[in-house]
């Protein structure tokens, strides 16, 4: 099994740039996996940016929602690429809008995927538990959420990496078994 690494950080905390070191240094392709959409003009030009930033090298998958279905696909390869998945925030918001039944089935989906994954993954995440409550009901279940599914990952993975003004803190290192 390859390494699992989770790169969390706030908001331009360097956390994307953290983690496509991580999986530069894998020494294995890299398939790089966005779960944004581009629901407006400034998030286009973000994810534009993303893009013109990552190697051209690199492979690309575009998945909203269903992310288990792409570590089964990309695990039955004969060398498992590494998968950075970018980014756990907008995957939560992306099941949150899509219903509850479908939140749970594909969180389940792709914590069990993870758990089989033969090749390295690393994964991008917002650590929102620093910041103040949310005044909405929604907000405070985001925020709940994604709390709850960085605990999951960092229990599964066997490096944790925090950004933090751009700079990294190693906050779990473990050889992968």
Request: hydrophobic share 40%; with cysteine.
């Amino acid at each position: 099994m390859g390494g699992k690494t989770l790169v969390i950080g706030g908001i331009r905390s360097g956390k994307t740039a953290l983690a496509e070191k991580a999986a530069a240094e894998s020494g294995s392709k890299v398939v790089y996996v966005a779960t944004a959409t581009a629901g407006d003009e400034e998030m286009a030009r973000r994810i534009d940016r993303h893009r013109s930033l990552r190697p051209s090298h690199w492979g690309l998958e575009e998945e909203p929602t269903a992310l288990g279905q792409v570590l089964d696909r990309q695990a039955e390869s004969v060398d498992p690429p590494c998968l950075l998945v970018d980014c756990m925030s907008l995957w939560i918001s992306n099941l949150l809008f899509a219903g509850d039944e479908m939140f749970r089935i594909e969180r389940e989906a792709f914590l069990a995927a993870l758990e089989q994954y033969p090749g390295s993954v690393v994964i991008v995440s917002n650590e929102v538990g620093l910041g103040t409550i949310g005044m909405d009901s929604l907000t405070r279940r985001f925020c709940n959420e994604i709390g709850l599914l960085n605990q999951e990952l960092g229990a599964r993975c066997h490096r944790v990496l925090m950004s933090v003004a751009g700079l990294p803190l190693t906050l779990k290192e473990e050889l992968p078994y």
